[in-house]
């Protein structure tokens, strides 16, 4: 049981990796960063059912920060979309040094 | 004199204030009077007045302040007098120590001297971006002292890189058309030597004797000059490797031949100032590190018989061979410019011939050739700023329309030749003579030099102070104006004192020159055997 | 200053006689020079403008120098008006010197007052250069050789001084003139009092020093600055051998001072290269100074300043500091035969070769240059060969009959140049083919001259025949009794170099008389070449010049008589001699070998008899050879041929020394050393390292690295790239590889 979760976990947050680091829109990024933290909420989950409770309390903790996160995130977004009118993670190299 | 100055504490605190004072006037001076327009000529408007004014008051001041050092200093003792130390940075054994013996001290007076001089020299010469300018000369008379007092190898160091800076840029903005060329080339000689004295000085300061601290075996680093002296370890073959970090700093800036081919692009394109201060001044840095590190500390690798002769070779080379370039240059200060090779060339030689005489006249060259060749750049760009050029071609029997100034430069190339009742034969004498006890045939080759030096200076004098005037542009120069009148007073007064009586000069050097000799006498058979391993 | 003196045994007789002010002495001329240096300088001097970098033009003042034509281009020889200064000066000048020369005399009487005076009278001054066991004190030596030097150079330079108020009474440098003038003489004081080599030597190099500045007075004239800069070089080169000299007594003596020198110079082997190789290089050094072969080429041109500077100091003084030196140094070179023959061989040549070329020269002050050669190289056969009293006998009697011809040369040129003026022509007024018949117009002078010409010529009971036959005898005597005799030279017996000599100063001694006596013929005798016009102008010189013309012609006759020969009881036998035993008496007798030749009276009749026939003889060649009136004025005479012209191209030895040794020095300089060296190897090399890339050359090291340096950074900057998601992937590049690393440990 524990096995087939923990596979499923990793396929999702391995989903998730790829999504980041080629998806172009910011948005569509944001959701496979929550697909990481969900596929990293499963695996807790996962892990509780043998080992203990302590894994299911950690998903409230991560859910919180994932709920944060994506707060702040999207109101980052906004922000960027004010000022550059896209949301194209190519363009955007404020940070260029 | 003495006793007054010493119940007022002058041994204490003349030679930190010396290192301070001229610092402290730079800032000042950078904030007197108001930044020039770009291209303004701030002489004709008045601009200048303030930073010049400024900064030689306190050149003035920096002068009388060390003239005390002439009674206070006692000629009788061999260690070092007016002493400072103070701890600096504890965990690298590294302290600010300042102290004076018979060589440094008329170097230091020098320096106080001409400085002063050099700075009343710039009134006119000087006509944009004064107040940056007599900042520079400030700092770099801090640099300049701060060499010759250090007697902590690292202070040694900061302030031998401290000099250069304000001479690479007195050179490349103030100088002549190609000064970019001539300021980069000279940073860059003067710095290769200087890094590869930094490793030796990193060397000796670390590679002291092991001590046990808080119970473990350490080497506690030291990087004072004594301790250097005397305490430091290396083998016989690092002796020779560390001389020739050491050389090689030393000997670019001497300028030993064949090192040497900055000097003419350095003198030739600096205004006259830097002219002045890079030969009287600057030039004896390199010798002086001889005197005072290089061979006291390795004595064994500097006496050691195949670098002994190569330098005294060398040095001859750099005699001759300055003297016949000199001959045939068309450049009047490039001129004055070999001729400094030649001169210092006879410093090399009194230093390594290691005779009481010959180290005694090599000082005496020193203090001279900075006297005399001082002077001759001072009249050549008193010249200069009448008639903007230094061909020799361009003159020629101006001797009649500036009868002083013809006086003044004759006097000054007899100094320069060596005629005796004039300072350079002191010099130059007592080099050879003593250099022939120990070295006889360099001695007599160097001895020709009287011949050659008589025969470029006299030819370059004779087209241009005597032959026809046949130039329109110069029947109407006008002759010498009182500052500069004053300006060379003292410099002939020197030039007459120290050919008649320089009894005095020889007195007080001659402990030190004693002591240096029998040091590296008694140290170079001597630690050859103990230093082997 | 200290005044110590050296105590032998006590204090010496001379202390606290008028010779404690020897110190004067020199310092009357000095105080001259000064005074007569700040009327020149002041007089000449305009100050300048605070600025001088300003635009000029508007405050400076026109050339300062005469108000008539002549202009900036002009020389700086004629003007209309005497000097401002030049009553002031011509009181100085001349003033100081007689002020020295009395003291001069005055001291001298106190000296003969004492009698007998074995010690040199030392005053110390000061601590000049004491270094180590170099002790060398600012200090005077008066003994009886210096004496006579002394007496010579302020009497005689008291009488040229006085004759120069008149000749170069119209010079716009008189003040300029005297103060050099004086300055000379201070310097010539200061070598001849000098208690050892050093001081000596600073009043060697400052007489060289003033001749300089002197032979180059005229400076506009470019042959005249030349002529000076050339005196003062090749002077250097005989320097040069001094200071050899001096550093080689140090080194083997570790004194410097006279008195010690000759007190420890018995350390030395008799004979032996130590010894031998000092006097060699003394030597060199009065080749240089009394210009001897082969330094001698700068004395004729040293003609080209003022005539009464050619008398007092190219024929009076300085050029007689080398016989000085040797005299003084008799200790040394009584020790080294070998150098003594080296001496004598050379200054026999060097009388043969310039008494030849004076046999053709057409300027007056050229033959006398060369006279002065010649009669110098007869010196140093004196003091060569050990017979210094000689050889210092002959110095004091040219010092007055050569002055006397310098002088009275001068009169005829101060002549002929007023006639020219007069005229405004540019004939040369020194050259006797246009001079002639001047006895009738200047008949004192003409009188006088030949008083001298007799003197030089050796004819008795004239100055010239007593010294020059002491010579010549001695040399004859000597080449079978003394160490030179017995010494071998080049592997040639000393006896025969010699016998050589004695026939060669015969030979000059014959040419002398030709030359001196054409230059009278061709001068004073014969036609006048002048022109019509000018000969109304020839007159006598004035007074003032004139008058010490009188006084050195009565020393010219006068002046032999102070060291009368054995052989001639009548008058003072030896009389210089004596005077100067104590100085040079035992190094006379170490080089005689022990014992004085001695000479039958029958000998010395017949020597005597053969120098005056010779000089007889040479008189007698020149007025029956010798034809005047074919004489052409300058502007119109042909060409020498042949060998004539050899000579009167004085052998063409200053273009080959030219040739030899000044352009392959200059050239070498130049293309090799400065171009090929320095510029060629040491500056490429450099630029190597230094060269900027925006030059044509290609960048050297240092711009290399820099450019390398800023490539690497190029590509550094290349991970900025500002890109969030590039970011991610190097997140995830680094963690893959951080747990890669932890994995396989």
């Avoid at chain 3, 003091?383 to 006998?393: C, K």
């Avoid at chain 3, 246009?434 to 009971?461: H, R």
């Avoid at chain 3, 015969?506 to 019509?532: D, K, Q, S």
Wanted: charged share 10%.
């Amino acid at each position: 049981m524990l096995a087939e979760s923990l596979f499923f976990s990793a396929v999702l947050f391995t989903i998730g990796v790829v999504g980041v680091l080629t998806r172009r829109n910011a948005i569509i990024v944001f959701m496979c960063v929550e697909l990481m933290l969900n596929a990293v909420n499963l695996t807790f989950v996962a892990f509780a059912r043998v080992y203990g409770v302590a894994g299911q309390v950690f998903v409230f903790f991560v859910m919180t920060v994932a709920a944060a996160e994506a707060a702040v995130g999207l109101a980052i977004i906004i922000a960027l979309f004010r000022h550059k009118q896209t949301v194209d993670l190519s363009n955007i190299n404020l940070l260029k040094g | 004199m003495r006793d007054f100055l010493l119940s007022i504490g002058y041994n204490y605190w003349i030679l930190p204030t010396l290192l301070a004072l001229p610092l402290l006037g730079a800032l000042l001076v950078l904030f007197t009077g108001r930044r020039g327009a770009e291209g303004e000529d701030e002489v004709a408007s008045g601009a200048a007045r303030g930073p010049r004014v400024l900064a030689t008051a306190v050149f003035a001041l920096e002068f009388v302040l060390s003239l005390g050092l002439w009674w206070a200093f006692d000629p009788t003792f061999d260690g070092w007098q007016h002493s400072f130390d103070r701890a600096w940075i504890p965990s690298w054994g590294i302290r600010f120590t300042l102290g004076l013996d018979g060589i440094s001290l008329m170097m230091v007076l020098l320096t106080t001297f001409i400085m002063l001089l050099a700075s009343y020299g710039s009134f006119t010469s000087i006509r944009r971006k004064t107040r940056a300018y007599y900042a520079l000369l400030l700092v770099l008379t801090t640099g300049m002292l701060g060499v010759f007092m250090a007697l902590d190898l690292f202070l040694f160091y900061v302030m031998w890189e401290a000099m250069l800076i304000p001479m690479y840029f007195i050179v490349g903005i103030w100088g002549g058309e190609r000064r970019i060329y001539a300021s980069l080339k000279f940073f860059i000689y003067t710095m290769l030597g200087s890094l590869l004295m930094l490793v030796g000085i990193v060397y000796l300061g670390t590679h002291q004797p092991l001590t046990t601290v808080n119970g473990v075996l350490t080497a506690v680093p030291n990087f004072s000059y004594e301790a250097a002296l005397n305490t430091a370890q290396f083998t016989q073959r690092g002796a020779l490797w560390l001389f020739g970090a050491f050389f090689l700093a030393f000997a670019v800036k001497v300028p030993m031949f064949p090192l040497h081919t900055w000097l003419p692009d350095a003198h030739v394109e600096a205004p006259t100032a830097g002219s002045v201060v890079l030969a009287s001044i600057m030039l004896k840095l390199g010798t002086f590190g001889f005197l005072r590190l290089a061979v006291p500390l390795f004595p064994t690798a500097a006496m050691h018989p195949a670098v002994r002769t190569t330098v005294l070779v060398l040095a001859v080379i750099g005699i001759v061979y300055g003297a016949l370039v000199s001959l045939v240059q068309p450049d009047f200060k490039k001129l004055v410019a070999y001729s400094s090779v030649s001169h210092l060339g006879f410093v090399m030689l009194g230093i390594f011939a290691l005779t009481v005489q010959s180290v005694q006249g090599a000082l005496m060259v020193m203090i001279n050739h900075g006297l005399s060749t001082g002077a001759l750049f001072f009249l050549i760009g008193m010249i200069y700023e009448r008639r903007h050029t230094r061909l020799i071609e361009s003159y020629g029997g101006i001797a009649r329309v500036v009868p002083m100034f013809a006086a003044l430069l004759t006097l000054v190339t007899f100094s320069s030749i060596g005629v005796p009742g004039t300072n350079g034969f002191i010099g130059e004498f007592l080099v050879l003579i003593g250099a022939f006890r120990t070295t006889p045939v360099l001695s007599l080759i160097a001895t020709t030099t009287v011949i050659t030096s008589a025969a470029y200076l006299l030819w370059a004098i004779q087209r241009i102070l005597f032959n026809a005037l046949d130039k329109r542009e110069n029947e109407h120069v006008p002759d010498l104006n009182r500052r500069e009148l004053i300006l060379m007073a003292p410099l002939v007064a020197g030039i007459i004192w120290l050919g008649v009586y320089p009894a005095p000069v020889l007195r007080r050097m001659e402990v030190s020159a004693e002591k240096f000799v029998r040091h590296v006498e008694s140290k170079s058979a001597v630690r050859t055997a103990a230093r082997e391993r | 200053m200290l005044l110590q003196h050296a105590a032998t045994a006590g204090a010496h007789p001379l202390e606290g006689t008028v010779a404690s002010y020897l110190w004067l002495l020199p310092l009357l001329p000095l105080l001259g020079f000064v005074l007569n240096g700040l009327l020149s300088l002041t007089s000449a001097f305009h100050l300048g403008p605070d600025d001088p970098s300003a635009d000029h033009g508007t405050g400076s003042h026109p050339v300062a120098h005469d108000e008539t034509g002549g202009g900036a281009h002009g020389d700086d020889h004629h003007a209309v008006q005497r000097h401002r200064y030049a009553g002031l000066v011509s009181l100085i000048g001349p003033g100081v010197l007689i002020a020295a020369f009395g003291l001069a005399l005055a001291i001298f009487l106190a000296m003969r007052g004492l009698g007998e005076m074995h010690a040199p009278f030392v005053q110390r001054y000061f601590s000049w250069m004491t270094v180590g066991d170099l002790v060398l004190d600012a200090s005077f030596q008066l003994d009886q050789l210096s004496m006579v030097m002394v007496l010579i150079i302020t009497g005689v330079g008291a009488l040229i001084h006085l004759f120069s108020v008149g000749y170069m009474r119209d010079d716009p440098g008189y003040p300029r003139y005297f103060a050099y003038l004086n300055l000379f003489v201070f310097f010539m004081l200061v070598l001849v009092l000098g208690a050892n080599y050093p001081i000596l030597f600073i009043g060697w190099e400052g007489v060289g020093l003033c001749s300089y500045l002197l032979i180059g007075f005229w400076f506009s004239e470019k042959a005249n600055a030349d002529a000076g800069k050339k005196a003062f070089i090749v002077n250097r080169i005989g320097d040069f051998g001094f200071l050899i000299a001096m550093f080689m007594l140090f080194a083997n003596l570790g004194r410097l001072d006279f008195l010690g020198v000759n007190a420890t110079a018995g350390q030395l082997q008799f004979g032996g290269v130590v010894v031998t190789a000092i006097c060699l290089f003394i030597f060199l050094g009065c080749a240089g100074k009394s210009a001897q072969i082969p330094l001698y080429v700068w004395l004729p041109d040293a003609m080209a300043g003022p005539t009464p500077v050619s008398a007092l100091i190219h024929a009076a003084t300085m050029v007689t500091a080398g016989v000085y030196l040797i005299a003084r140094s008799n200790v040394l070179f009584s020790m080294a035969p070998a150098a003594g023959l080296t001496v004598v061989l050379i200054g026999g040549l060097t009388a043969v070769f310039a008494a030849s070329i004076g046999l053709k020269q057409w300027d007056i002050k050229k033959v006398l240059a060369y006279s002065t050669v010649s009669q110098l190289g007869y010196m140093f056969v004196g003091v060569g060969s050990g017979a210094y009293v000689a050889g210092v006998f002959h110095l004091m009697t040219h010092a007055f009959f050569k002055a006397l011809l310098f002088l009275g040369s001068g009169s005829v040129i101060y002549a002929m140049h007023a006639a020219y003026h007069a005229t405004h022509s540019h004939e040369d007024a020194q050259d006797m083919r246009n001079m002639g018949g001047m006895k009738k117009y200047m008949p004192v002078t003409w009188v006088l001259m030949w008083a001298a010409t007799l003197a030089i010529a050796g004819v008795p009971p004239f100055a010239g025949f007593f010294s020059k036959d002491e010579i010549l005898g001695s040399v004859f005597l000597r080449a079978s009794h003394s160490t030179l005799a017995d010494a071998h030279w080049l592997g040639i017996p000393g006896s025969y170099i010699l016998y050589l000599v004695y026939v060669i100063g015969l030979a000059a001694a014959f040419m002398t008389a030709v030359y001196m006596t054409r230059m009278m013929i061709y001068t004073f005798h014969g036609p006048n070449r002048t022109g019509e016009k000018e000969r109304e102008h020839l007159r006598e010189a004035p007074w003032i010049m004139t008058g010490p013309l009188v006084v050195l012609g009565v020393l010219s006759v006068i002046g032999g008589w102070f060291n009368i020969p054995a052989a001639l009881p009548v008058g003072p036998i030896g009389a210089l001699d004596r005077w100067l035993e104590p100085v040079v008496g035992e190094s006379a007798l170490r080089a005689a070998g022990g014992t004085l030749p001695e000479a039958t009276h029958s000998l010395e009749y017949s020597l005597i008899a053969v120098a005056i026939v010779i000089a007889l003889a040479g008189i007698g060649f020149a007025f029956a050879r010798l034809k005047p009136q074919r004489l052409l004025p300058k502007a119109q005479a042909p060409a020498e041929h042949g060998f004539g012209r050899v000579l009167e191209n004085k052998y063409y030895v200053d273009e080959a020394y030219d040739a030899a040794v000044v352009q392959p020095v200059v050239d070498v300089s130049r293309g090799l050393l400065w171009r090929g060296i320095d510029v060629g190897v040491i500056d490429r090399l450099t630029r190597l390292i230094v060269q900027s890339k925006d030059d044509d050359a290609a960048p050297g090291a240092v711009p290399m690295g820099g450019w390398v340096t800023r490539a690497v950074g190029y590509l550094g900057s290349q991970l900025q790239s500002g890109r969030v998601g590039t970011y991610a992937w190097v997140l995830v590049v680094g963690v893959l590889f951080v747990l890669g690393a932890f994995s396989f440990r």
